[in-house]
C-alpha cells in the first residue's frame, strides 16, 4: 500500500500530471482499466473517473494520504495519460457531516450603517461616505467609510494618492462623551526625496479641527523608528514635523508580521512537542515573544491615554 504524504482539502482532488511513456504501455492499460473492489464488485476506472476528451485511464490503486486533520484517511489514486486524480474512500469531515441549519443569514449579521448609528454617527462632524461601495478606492478597506464632514470626496480621491495602497485616514472609533476619535490610515508616500501633499496636509487639519478641545493631532506609528526610516527607500516613510503642524509622531515600536510570525514560531519550538524546564526561561527568552506582547500592551496604554 502506497503511503502519501500530501494535503487533500475536499473530497475529491485532482494534479496534472505530465504523460510519461512507461504509462502509455497496451498491457499496462489493458490490466489497470478493470478493478475488483473488496465487496468483489467489478468497477470500470472509467465511469468513476469523470475524463477529459482524449484523457485515457491507465492505472489506479489505493493509497493512505496523511490529512492535517483526521490524519490518514484512505482513497483510490487514478492515473491517466494526463494526471493524477485522488478520490477518498473515507470523508469523516465536520464540513461534509455537519447538517445543523441557522435561521439568521450570516452576510447581514453586521450592518455597518446600524454600527455608525450605534456610536452616534453620522454626526455635524462625520459623515459616512459611499466612495468605496466597490471597493475601487482601497480594496482593502470597507465599502462604507465614515470620513470628516468637510471633507468632498473629490477631496479623499487626492489624498489617497499619497497613501500607501490607498488608505486613507478613516475614523475607526469615537468618544460617545467627549468625541475624540481614533482614525486608522497606511503610510504616507513621501519617499527619500521627501514629497509632500497639500491635500493630505489639509485632510488632517481637518481631523483634528473636529474636535475643538484637542489642539493637537496625536499620530501614533505602530512601526519602529528604523523601519519607518528604511520604508523611505520603498517610497513610504511617516509624517514629519515640517509638513503636519501642530501633529506630534510616536513610534511604538511593534514589529512586522513576519517578525511577528518568526517570533511565535520559536515559542511553539519550545513548547511542542516536550518543555525544557531547566531551560524554559533562556529559552522563552530567546523568541522575543514578551517584548512583542509588551509593546503591544503599551499600544493601547498610550492611545488609552
Given at each position: 500500500m502506497l503511503i502519501l504524504n500530501v494535503v487533500f482539502l475536499g473530497r475529491v482532488s485532482s494534479m496534472a500530471s505530465a504523460p510519461t511513456s512507461k504509462y502509455n504501455s497496451h498491457s499496462l492499460e489493458n490490466e489497470s482499466i478493470k478493478r475488483t473492489s473488496r465487496d468483489g464488485v467489478n468497477r470500470d476506472m472509467g465511469e468513476a473517473v469523470p475524463r477529459l476528451p482524449g484523457e485515457t485511464p491507465i492505472t489506479d490503486k489505493e493509497v493512505i494520504y496523511i490529512c492535517p486533520f483526521n490524519g490518514p484517511i484512505k482513497g483510490r489514486v487514478y492515473i491517466t495519460n494526463y494526471r493524477l486524480y485522488l478520490r477518498s474512500l473515507e470523508t469523516p469531515m465536520f464540513a461534509f457531516l455537519n447538517e445543523?441549519?441557522?435561521?439568521?443569514?450570516?452576510?447581514?449579521?453586521?450592518?455597518?450603517?446600524?454600527?455608525?448609528?450605534?456610536?452616534?454617527?453620522?454626526?455635524?462632524?462625520?459623515?459616512?461616505?459611499?466612495?468605496?461601495?466597490?471597493?475601487e478606492l482601497c480594496d482593502t478597506y470597507p465599502a462604507l467609510l465614515v470620513v470628516p464632514y468637510r471633507a468632498a470626496d473629490e477631496d479623499l480621491r487626492r489624498v489617497a494618492t499619497f497613501r500607501s495602497r490607498n488608505r486613507i485616514p478613516v475614523l475607526s472609533w469615537i468618544h460617545p462623551e467627549n468625541k475624540t476619535v481614533i482614525v486608522r490610515c497606511s503610510q504616507p508616500l513621501v519617499g527619500m526625496s521627501g514629497k509632500r501633499n497639500k491635500d493630505d496636509e489639509k485632510y488632517l487639519d481637518v481631523i483634528r479641527e473636529t474636535n475643538?478641545?484637542?489642539?493637537?493631532?496625536?499620530?501614533?506609528?505602530?512601526?519602529?523608528?528604523?523601519?519607518?526610516?528604511?520604508?523611505?527607500?520603498?517610497?513610504?516613510?511617516?509624517?514629519?514635523?515640517?509638513?503636519?503642524?501642530?501633529?506630534?509622531?510616536?513610534?511604538?515600536?511593534?514589529?512586522n508580521i513576519h517578525v511577528m510570525r518568526e517570533?511565535?514560531?520559536?515559542?511553539?519550538?519550545?513548547?511542542?512537542?516536550?518543555?525544557?524546564?531547566?531551560?524554559?526561561?533562556?529559552?522563552?527568552?530567546?523568541?522575543?515573544?514578551?517584548?512583542h506582547i509588551k509593546a503591544s500592551i503599551l499600544l493601547g496604554k498610550h492611545v488609552c491615554l
Open positions: 445543523e441549519k441557522f435561521n439568521v443569514d450570516g452576510w447581514t449579521v453586521y450592518n455597518p450603517v446600524e454600527e455608525y448609528r450605534r456610536q452616534g454617527l453620522p454626526n455635524h462632524h462625520w459623515r459616512i461616505t459611499f466612495i468605496n461601495k466597490c471597493y475643538r478641545q484637542v489642539n493637537k493631532l496625536t499620530i501614533y506609528d505602530a512601526r519602529p523608528n528604523v523601519n519607518a526610516v528604511a520604508n523611505k527607500a520603498t517610497g513610504g516613510g511617516y509624517e514629519s514635523d515640517d509638513a503636519y503642524h501642530n501633529a506630534e509622531l510616536f513610534f511604538l515600536d511593534i514589529h517570533s511565535l514560531k520559536k515559542v511553539k519550538d519550545i513548547v511542542y512537542p516536550n518543555v525544557e524546564e531547566s531551560h524554559w526561561l533562556s529559552s522563552l527568552e530567546s523568541t522575543h515573544w514578551l517584548e
